[in-house]
């Protein structure tokens, strides 16, 4: 299948997906159902990377930083904006695109394969429109959230990871959090975190909702959306930081 | 009734269904035999909208299905109910939250009467208290009624069983089938199966259609299809040796009681 053809269904079924809900409470209900799904799920492996991610940041730093010119405090600075700018929105969406998308493209590839989305289309019900809106919607809700939580939980594995080995006081750890400090760096964050949940969701949704044939090809549609996921959000951060920064 | 006028549906070269036109009658068990890729599910995924045909027309009652639009065909679907080859149960859900799917979504009845009219569907299908189990935890046989239970849980006038028997053994079989024909007649609804059992074919067969590589080659009764010449039709339904016996003695039988008859008639002269 050509890129244009695989392009245009894909628009297609994120086209399907807005149509008046059957009923808004059992929408309602989904969406909720998935905030908690991809939220809470995916709440402990973003703790972990998060805390790993800015002990890393902070000891691999210091290691670079020799010079006695720069003051300690300048580690943490970068160590916060590092986590800000790249390691929380990317490389916990693309951690995500594994936890998430996979979940999402082998729940609908699942039900395609055993019927249950055509029981729910003979039942009247427009199955992109329930199935898909609600993933995207809370994915588009809560990814953000969990990248915020990461920021925060970097920035806390940095400081315990510079206080414990003695690299810096906490004190100068937190000097260095607090200067030179843009608020415009969360902003592009947050864009950066919006766009990739948008990706992370609708790719693997596509994949999981189009499944034609068995388990092997739910295998095969679950690992090929995560690996367009994790391409896409890798262009779209090029493309994020060439154009907003 | 559902009336179906000259459908065809291909794939690509391949033509699938072939010009086929019937009536599916109020009340009746209407069966569509034929081998596997004759085209039976895609007349039956043409029939509840799953596909869409090249050409040709199906009519509900009346209503021409195939020039209905978006909106209507979700209007009509919430009166048909459909039981599939492997039952598409909800996997994540109970007995009892499959059943109320359709309820919730579709009607604004209280929680207490949703509740209610589950009991009554299970109860109906014979599987009282079995509202919270889930369904990889119940048999093939069950997962069947449940599916029933769901389909007809919003009070459908039509029902569609992809190959209701498959994979059941022949006493659950018969079950099923008990159980559809006497839903049929006690709800008066419309009910189209596919099916390759012939245990359904001369017990609930009201009106059988016999597909032969995408076109109608038989039509009639669980009665006339004894009696019935049509080589390919003798070929699929009498396959195995065992029932080509069972057919000559039917027959010979039935012969014996045509020349009793006339014995007596003569006798009576």
Redesign the interface.
Same mark, same amino acid.
């Given at each position: 299948m050509t890129f244009f053809t695989e392009f245009g269904r894909y628009l297609l079924t994120l086209r399907g997906m807005f149509t008046k809900p @059957? +009923?808004g409470? #059992?929408y309602w209900k989904e969406f909720m159902h998935q905030c908690s799904e991809i939220g809470i799920g995916s709440l402990g492996i973003v703790a972990i990377i998060s805390v790993f991610m800015g002990a890393v940041s902070t000891l691999q730093t210091a290691y670079q930083l020799v010079s006695p010119l720069i003051p300690l405090s300048t580690i943490a600075q970068i160590v916060r904006d590092t986590v800000i700018l790249e390691f929380s929105p990317t490389l916990v969406c693309i951690v995500l695109a594994g936890v998430v998308g996979s979940k999402i493209a082998s729940e609908l590839g +699942?039900m395609r394969v055993? @019927?249950?989305i055509?029981?729910l289309?003979? #039942?009247?019900? +427009?199955t992109k429109s329930y199935l898909i809106l609600p993933k995207l919607l809370a994915a588009t809700a809560v990814i953000p959230m969990l990248v915020v939580i990461s920021m925060v939980l970097g920035m806390v594995g940095g400081r315990l990871a510079g206080t414990l080995t003695g690299i810096l006081s906490p004190a100068a750890f937190d000097k260095g959090l607090h200067q030179y400090f843009k608020p415009y760096n969360v902003f592009f964050a947050m864009a950066k975190s919006y766009t990739f949940a948008f990706i992370i969701s609708s790719i693997p949704a596509y994949y999981g909702y189009n499944v034609q044939g068995g388990a092997l090809e739910i295998g095969r549609a679950s690992t090929k959306s995560v690996v367009v996921s994790c391409v896409l959000v890798l262009f779209a951060d090029y493309v994020l930081s060439a154009i907003l920064l | 009734m559902i009336e179906i006028k000259n459908i065809k549906k291909g794939f690509g070269e391949k033509i699938v269904i072939d010009d086929v036109s019937t009536e599916f009658r109020t009340g009746k068990c209407n069966l569509i035999i034929g081998t596997s890729g004759s085209g039976k599910t895609v007349l039956m995924k043409c029939l509840v909208g799953l596909f869409e045909p090249d050409a040709g027309e199906i009519v509900y009652d009346g209503m021409n299905f195939s020039e209905m639009t978006e909106e209507h065909r979700k209007e009509l679907r919430q009166n048909i109910g459909m039981l599939f080859q492997g039952s598409a149960l909800f996997d994540s859900m109970t007995v009892e939250q499959n059943i109320l799917f359709p309820l919730d979504m579709f009607t604004k009845n209280t929680p207490g009467e949703k509740l209610k009219r589950v009991d009554e569907v299970l109860d109906r299908v014979n599987l009282q208290g079995a509202n919270s189990k889930f369904p990889a935890e119940i048999s093939g046989g069950m997962k069947k009624r449940v599916g029933i239970a769901r389909a007809i849980v919003l009070n459908p006038r039509y029902l569609f069983c992809d190959e209701p028997n498959s994979g059941l053994d022949p006493q659950t079989s018969l079950l099923i089938d008990k159980l559809i024909k006497e839903i049929t007649l006690e709800y008066n609804i419309t009910t189209v199966i596919n099916t390759h059992d012939m245990n359904s074919v001369m017990e609930i067969g009201d009106h059988i259609m016999y597909m032969y590589q995408g076109h109608k080659e038989w039509e009639g009764t669980n009665k006339e299809i004894i009696f019935s010449k049509n080589k390919l039709l003798n070929d699929f339904i009498f396959a195995s040796e065992f029932l080509r016996d069972a057919k000559d003695m039917r027959m010979l039988e039935v012969k014996g009681k045509i020349d009793n008859n006339r014995n007596m008639d003569e006798l009576l002269k």
């Open positions: @059957e +009923n409470k #059992m +699942n055993s @019927e249950q055509d029981a289309e003979i #039942m009247g019900i +427009n | -």
